[in-house]
């Protein structure tokens, strides 16, 4: 039997949301046994004017490669992060099989060189292999799977390429995927029709798994591609989540009642979720059908021009004499951070109780957006601290229990027989230091990471040991997935 911890007179968050209540803790062998009054013996730990809450889960991330490249994942266990969901977007690291370069978005994870899984159970191995400082849990790529079977990307996939991807993703779903994501906004899914995707999501509701989905638009046309969401986990019958929702572009701000109104309606009849990070800008590959003088864009890489990041392309193409579209040809490929959204839109819309934290940060970026490293630390101290959009229990429930349920996960709530995956911070300190200018900063505030019961990290000494591993599907997530039957919407 391994060592007994208690963290005794803590204020309890325990995920549910619920107010805290100060409690002694204890866990042994990775699982929570006691909360209340518990006996001596073990390892104590005095948590006195702190906060115990169960480790945070990013439902959203870009983490797929380096979770086996860099398992220390500093910049996720220091904010108290404890298990990544990844293969976002219709992005995953498997199962892929490269014939030439690396396409866009597929590059947002890594060079040819990081895409070596040619099936989802050589990426489980290789996981569990070098045991990240996080546990993993892995959706598949729909555009991954298109790389693997079409010759080019402005079409439709065929009949047979179809049941070609069918085949990759049922051997992924049958070693322990959690579901199907897709990327419709980029260019090599965007031809991709609602039927090719109906016909993937349908292998879903075989083995009880979730359909994740980056929209269509998150621009003008973000009615119409919810509706898009929507219908597909109707007609195969599986909840969706959408991805990192948002009004993105000058002429969409101000329109999230709307949105959100929308999707209530629609989640009386139907299993929905959606993720958000906290901040008003996004960040991805420099896409040209985003290239606009409405708001600021800052480039964070380029291949042809790495002296360009950090800069904005206003002052590039100003120094290069060129028009805005013609320098952001020039400088691709390349990343950008893009200021798109309006600052009422992102706190309406991480308020809403159906929302789930992600960071969507990209580990690859070597100017990544500072959501990479503040994420969830921005989320209890900005947000729920200093500016009271919600209580610091609602605030540990959207980054917890709510997207344990979703994805079917044995934690997020301190409770007797669950995972001792657990935060200890201190709720008045707590806060994200990462800025646009200075992305790559520890955040203040969290104490010590728990992550399947082992210290993993300490404020005074960063990573302690690496404890994560693979989380494979357990269970149909329609079994856990929490429905908001009776909020009120409006129909579209």
Known sequence: ???????????????????????????????????????????????????????????????????????????????????????????????????????????????????????FAAYRQAVDRVQPSVNVVALVGHTALRTNHLDRFDRPATGGEVEAMKAQLREALENGAVGLSTGLAYKNAFAAPEAEVLALARLLDEFGGVYTTHMRTEFDGVLGALDEAFSVGRHAGVPVVVSHLKCAGAGNWGRSGEVLDQFHWAAQTQALGCDCYPYSAGSSTLDLGQVTTDFPIRITWSEPHPEAGGRDLAAIAADW????????????????????????DVRRILADPATMIGSDGLPNDPRPHPRLWGTFPRVLGHYSRDEGLFP????????????????????????????????????????DVATFDDPIRTSEGIVSVWVNGRLSFHRDQGLVERAGGFLPRTRDVRETFPRFLGVSGSPP
């Open 1 to 119: 039997m391994g060592e007994r911890t208690v963290v005794r007179g803590v204020l309890v968050l325990d995920g549910t949301g619920r107010d805290g209540y100060v409690a002694d803790v204890a866990w042994t062998d990775g699982l929570i046994t006691e909360v209340g009054v518990a006996d001596r013996g073990g390892r104590d730990i005095d948590g006195r004017g702190l906060v115990l809450a169960p480790g945070f889960i990013d439902v959203h991330t870009h983490d797929d490669v380096v979770v086996v490249r860099a398992p220390e994942m500093l910049p996720k266990l220091s904010q108290g992060v404890t298990t990544v969901v990844v293969g976002n977007c219709g992005i995953s690291a498997s199962p892929v099989t490269l014939t030439s370069g690396v396409p866009d978005p597929m590059n947002l994870l890594g060079t040819a060189a990081d895409f070596v899984y040619p099936t």
């Open 321 to 344: 004499g060129v028009p805005l579209l013609d320098a952001a040809r020039r400088l691709q490929p390349a990343g950008a951070v893009y200021h798109n959204m309006a600052e009422a």
């Open 392 to 431: 610091l229990a609602e605030a540990v429930r959207k980054m917890t229990s709510l997207p344990a349920a979703r994805f079917g996960l044995d934690r997020g709530v301190i409770k007797p027989g669950l995972a001792a995956d657990l935060v200890l911070f201190d709720p008045l300190t707590v806060r």
